[in-house]
Nanobody, 117 residues
Framework: QVQLVESGGGLVQPGGSLRLSCKAS????????MGWYRQAPGKQRELVAV???????TYADSVKGRFTISRNSAKDTVYLQMNSLNSEDTAVYYCKVVVLSPAGDYWGQGTQVTVSS
């Protein structure tokens, strides 16, 4: 079994920054992708950013140039640096990890990000 622990959410003013972290633990042999999704009230969960095999990154158009995803493979941890935050970034942010061995998709519990003055 794989466990994900997220941290770093909170309340920030428009234009501010936050850094989310998600650490995977458990019987992990190989991770394929680590990513971040978000879900705002009344909206569907959407992809924010994903890092594949620790190298290839993909971002939602709405966060390009403002958010940066990175991974520390030695610590099985993924980070999301969020800059120039605005009210539309307010959502619960979820970490998702796709593991090749043992095979499975795993979600974190979610962390609230609120952008408000």
């Amino acid at each position: 079994q794989v466990q994900l622990v997220e941290s770093g959410g909170g309340l920030v003013q428009p234009g501010g920054s936050l850094r989310l972290s998600c650490k995977a633990s458990g019987n992990i042999v190989r991770i394929f992708t680590m990513g971040w999704y978000r879900q705002a009230p009344g909206k569907q969960r959407e992809l924010v950013a994903v890092i594949i095999s620790g190298e290839i990154t993909t971002y939602a158009d709405s966060v390009k140039g403002r958010f940066t995803i990175s991974r520390n493979s030695a610590k099985d941890t993924v980070y999301l640096q969020m800059n120039s935050l605005n009210s539309e970034d307010t959502a619960v942010y979820y970490c998702k990890v796709v593991v090749l061995s043992p095979a499975g998709d795993y979600w974190g519990q979610g962390t609230q990000v609120t952008v408000s003055s």
